[in-house]
């Protein structure tokens, strides 16, 4: 069974239209975060929740926002995206900060910007 | 955070084994290796980890250098399903899952 799972697995958005990407989870862990994977690249952190501690990364763009309205629930919103935007999105879950704590990673959402 | 190094790619024939080398000099002592892959289109899965002994699991084992300034990921029989970025991460309580550029692995039949 699907412990996180990410609607829709692909969107198609219009460039400069808001969209929001969701994320839900069935394991009730305290963390979950947003990671945004370019072509050919590897996963980069965009911000991430310790229960309700948003934590943004540094280069994360202002364009990039985020809710997290109860544990199981994460909302990913692109305020306009850029034709750069495009990439798949993923979300993670952690049970906590713990060295030896696992990541559970959704399928993802792939977006593309026309 | 302390920084991996991994090659881009390499190939292995289908039914023999894989060893995917990592090389972080710069562990720090409390750093856990993490081992997770990425198959096609796919979000990235949890392989193995370990801090100085060597670990065995169902999908893998992984051997660390006594130095932990490496370590190995083995895979002991690969199978096309193997196909997949191999991601070496270090992880110390308290911080994030940081990638790196990983190894692509090509099984071939």
């Known amino acids: 069974d699907a412990m996180v799972i990410q609607n829709p697995r692909y969107q198609v958005t219009q460039f400069g239209k808001p969209v929001t990407l969701s994320c839900s989870q069935t394991l009730n862990h305290n963390v979950m975060y947003w990671y945004q994977q370019k072509s050919s690249q590897a996963p980069k952190l965009l911000f991430h929740y310790y229960d309700k501690d948003f934590n943004n990364e540094a280069d994360t763009p202002d364009n990039f926002q985020s809710r997290r309205p109860n544990t199981s629930f994460c909302f990913l919103d692109i305020r306009s995206p850029g034709l750069g935007d495009a990439a798949m999105y993923l979300c993670?879950?952690?049970?906590?900060?713990?060295?030896?704590?696992?990541?559970?990673f959704g399928q993802g959402t792939r977006l593309t910007v026309v | 955070d302390a920084k991996t190094t991994q090659p881009n790619s390499m190939e292995s024939n289908e039914e023999e084994p894989v060893h995917l080398p990592c090389n972080h000099s710069?562990?720090?002592?409390?750093?856990?290796i993490h081992w997770y892959r990425q198959l096609p289109s796919q979000g990235p899965e949890y392989v193995i980890h370990g801090l100085t002994s060597n670990v065995n699991n169902r999908m893998a084992s992984l051997a660390i250098a006594e130095d932990r300034k490496s370590s190995t990921l083995i895979l002991h029989r690969a199978t096309l399903r193997d196909a997949a970025v191999y991601y070496c991460?270090?992880?110390?309580?308290?911080?994030?899952?940081?990638f790196g550029g990983g190894t692509r692995v090509l099984v071939k039949p």
């Open positions: 993670a879950t952690s049970r906590s900060w713990g060295a030896v704590t696992e990541a559970f």
């Open positions: 710069t562990i720090s002592g409390t750093d856990y």
């Open positions: 991460i270090l992880k110390a309580a308290g911080n994030k899952l940081t």
